[in-house]
């Protein structure tokens, strides 16, 4: 086994120097990520082995983002875990009688899980595994930043710290963020939506509401190139395009899709067609490969590999998520979520509030692994 090795991630932020700045600017920062070791295929397999033994005697169950390796992915969904979304990862957990739940994600889950199960023991292969909207949205300039605008509701996504939930009103996932946001817009209610800017900007220019926004972004998808997006789609005139909102407004423009990853993996098993180009982390692609067998995914382009590490389209902390950590956090207990409890009872009434929203609507929410009952569920089909 190779040992792990550090590398270096360059992601853009908002620029906090002025209060107000949030809203209006964004500067480079720098975070790190730890690579995983390679492993040889007999590694792999006795890794496994030890994993499904280990989940039985501590009666955990795995619960997995699409965005993982999929060794972690098939593990979870063959010893009754789950593979899916922030969302349903949670509420997953939350319905399962497992008194442990070992969630390959990144940290915001491990967190969300904790929040909605605080009696349960929530461990994660790597607590430093992280996310570039997270990281771009400190509690601190956050409660500033909605203490200066009083009479906005305030939004945020998933992908936020426990304290930046507890500061908030709603938490959105991206397949009801539309949805909650057209709701309020109704009520007549002016929203400050955060962290992530490209997904504020399409919800915006689809309801019309007033939204005030963070400027963060997601460091996979800020990467994805409207230019060479359109020169692809020449050359692949028949494939659809599937694209997440966290894109970047040239490329959400092409879509043919744009939805959450269960929303387009949904898609991908559903529409009439035989070729996709895939704007997202291409760790979804194993989940689509197995969704619509014989149908041919491209990954949108990047800057390409070579330009620099986030430009691979997969995310450097997801990646962090191996069977190494996940064998040795089952054997030794360690790596467990804990939320503060006062932040932990703030941060759920935003959760619940969606939750709640989301049964009225009868809206999807739930990816879940049957894809066959997901039809008609996913919104954004046609061009975007
Ligand atoms: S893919 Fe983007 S949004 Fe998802 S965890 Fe990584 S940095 Fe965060």
């Known amino acids: 086994m190779t040992p792990q090795t550090i590398k270096s991630v360059e992601f853009e932020k908002p620029n906090l120097t002025d209060p107000d700045a949030a809203a209006g600017g964004s500067c480079v920062a720098h975070a790190w990520a730890k690579v995983p070791p390679a492993l040889t295929p007999d590694e792999r397999q006795a890794l496994k082995s030890r994993i499904r033994k280990l ?18 992915q098939d593990l979870a969904e063959e010893t009754g875990g789950c593979v899916s979304d922030s969302l349903e990862m949670a509420r997953f957990g939350r319905d399962h009688d497992a008194k442990t739940l070992v969630v390959a994600g990144v940290r915001f889950m491990g967190e969300t899980a904790k929040i909605l199960s605080p009696e349960k023991t929530i461990l994660m292969p790597d607590l430093d595994a992280t996310c570039s909207l997270d990281l771009g949205c400190p509690a601190d300039d956050f409660s500033a930043f909605c203490d ?76 994805f190139k409207g230019i060479e997006l359109d020169l692809l789609r020449r050359e692949h005139p028949k494939a659809k395009i599937l694209v997440h909102p966290e894109s970047p407004a040239n490329v959400v423009a092409q879509a ?9 993996i949904a898609a991908a098993q559903q529409l009439d067609a035989n070729e996709f180009i895939v704007a997202t982390d291409n760790g979804i692609l194993h989940k689509m490969r197995m969704a619509a067998p014989g149908k041919m995914f491209i990954e949108a382009p990047t800057a390409g590999n070579s330009a620099t590490c986030k430009s691979c389209a997969h995310c450097p902390w997801m990646a962090m998520n191996a069977l190494t950590n996940l064998a040795e956090v089952l054997e ?36 879940a692994a049957d894809l066959a009952k997901e039809s008609a569920l996913f919104s954004g089909v046609g061009p975007a």
């Not at 989940?55 to 972690?72: F, G, I, P």
């Not at 304290?163 to 963020?177: E, F, L, N, P, Q």
């Not at 043919?256 to 387009?264: A, I, R, W």
């Not at 030794?332 to 703030?346: F, L, M, P, Q, S």
């Open 256 to 264: 043919d899709v744009v939805g959450s990853t269960s929303q387009l």
């Open 148 to 223: 200066a605008h009083p009479d906005r509701t305030v939004v945020v996504y998933a992908n936020t710290s426990a304290a930046v939930k507890a500061r908030a009103d709603w938490m959105v996932t991206s397949s009801i963020g539309l949805k909650i946001v057209e709701h309020l817009h109704a009520r007549g209610e002016k929203i400050l939506w955060a962290p992530d800017k490209h997904l504020g900007s399409y919800i915006q220019q689809q309801t019309g509401a007033d939204m005030l926004l963070w400027q963060g972004s997601c460091l996979v998808h800020d990467e």
């Open 55 to 72: 989940l039985k005697e501590r009666n955990a169950v795995l619960v997995a983002h699409y965005y993982v390796d999929a060794d972690l």
């Open 332 to 367: 030794t207990g360690r790596n467990e979520i804990h939320v503060d409890a006062d932040i932990g009872r703030r941060a759920v009434t935003c959760i619940n509030r969606m939750l709640d929203f989301a049964a009225q609507q009868k809206a999807n929410v739930r990816p």
